[in-house]
């Protein structure tokens, strides 16, 4: 055996037992992800946030890190695989700027991360935004047309990634398009969904045929990790169920199971958005619906997971199930 070959089978030995890199470990999906990891990577964990994470787990080690400018970070050892969870994302709630700064930076950043570390890995959270609200069923294989400032930053900052993946042959890049995604410590759409149905009621903006792609968290990491295992150069897919889940079917599977005495009604959309409006400064303090979320609730996102399909991984039906799954992991509470 020559030195080069030996040396190249020791590089190899040395990355398939480095350090995997959570970038944004102490947001919603990558504190699930820790918790996956964790029991097969003890010890080789590292989550890289700007913020402390709620209830740290024993054998991930914690690093506080800004994806904004990562030029000062160093991790001892090889690193194995890079996930890119980090992101601004909600909408709304941050100015346009944010958005830009903290995505397209963090992607510029954490790529540039990869190469210091000669990390050949990358996994990348983008979003569905990239497509844009549109009542037309969306694939892979549809073109992208962003419209708000979030969804241009993740396609930027695909592209991004895309580009650090064509440098060289030996790398390799998972891009996910995670839907509304829901479960624990969400506290996003499905969250207020919820907390609107504990007090007894939901009321549906002059629609209840708007489409909304979801997925429950543990499918998501679920389907990513077996896409992960198949060490393929490039794959892209849209994390959803394969259903094509309407509003009312959402509303009325919470019911069905959790709250069985709420009320839905349907009033006029115009309507309910003059008193967003009339209440909008007050939804700065967490009271009322911002004008923002009225539209969102009749613009669909009908989105399809293609590539999972291709798979056999989209199973149809599961979300009754992933909804007892979140109660008896929230105690009922659906935080």
């Given amino acids: 055996m020559s030195t080069n070959t030996r040396q190249a089978k020791q590089g190899?030995?040395?990355v398939a037992h480095?350090?995997?890199v959570v970038f944004g470990g102490s947001g919603f999906i990558g504190s699930h992800l820790l918790k996956r990891l964790v029991n097969t990577h003890a010890g080789r964990v590292v989550s890289a946030d700007i913020r402390p994470p709620k209830e740290p787990l024993e054998g991930v080690t914690y690093i506080e890190a800004d994806v904004r400018d990562l030029s000062n970070l160093t991790i001892e050892g090889p690193v194995e695989t890079i996930f890119n969870f980090a992101a601004v994302h909600t909408t709304p709630g941050h100015q346009t700027y944010e958005y830009y700064e903290t995505n397209i930076a963090g992607a510029t950043q954490i790529t540039a991360f990869a190469r210091r570390t000669g990390c050949i890995d990358i996994v990348f959270t983008s979003s569905i935004s990239v497509y844009g609200p549109s009542e037309e069923t969306m694939t892979e294989a549809s073109l992208p047309a962003p419209e708000s400032a979030y969804g241009w930053s993740k396609w930027l900052a695909e592209g991004i990634h895309r580009a650090w993946l064509h440098e060289a042959e030996n790398r390799r890049l998972l891009i996910v398009r995670p839907a509304v995604i829901f479960g624990a410590g969400e506290g996003g759409n499905f969250t207020r969904l919820a907390s609107?149905?504990?007090k007894g009621f939901f009321v549906f903006p002059g629609r209840r045929d708007t489409i909304k792609a979801c997925f429950y968290v543990e499918d998501?990491?679920?389907a990513v990790q077996r896409a992960h295992a198949l060490k393929q150069r490039f794959i892209l897919f849209n994390g959803s169920y394969p259903d094509r889940y309407t509003i009312e079917q959402i509303v009325l599977a919470f019911c069905a199971a959790h709250f069985t005495r709420a009320r839905t009604f349907t009033l006029p959309h115009a309507?309910?958005?003059m008193a967003a409006i009339l209440a909008r400064p007050m939804s700065a303090a967490g009271i009322g619906i911002h004008p923002e979320r009225i539209t969102k609730l009749v613009k669909s996102t009908d989105i399809i997971p293609g590539w999972l399909q291709?798979?056999?991984w989209a199973e149809p039906g599961r979300l009754p199930w992933a909804l007892k799954r979140?109660?008896?992991?929230?105690?009922g509470r659906f935080v």
């Fill in 196 to 198: 609107l149905l504990k």
């Fill in 220 to 222: 998501l990491l679920e």
């Fill in 18 to 20: 480095g350090k995997i």
């Fill in 12 to 14: 190899e030995l040395s």
């Fill in 326 to 331: 979140w109660s008896t992991d929230s105690e």
């Fill in 310 to 312: 291709a798979q056999g």
């Fill in 271 to 273: 309507l309910l958005m």
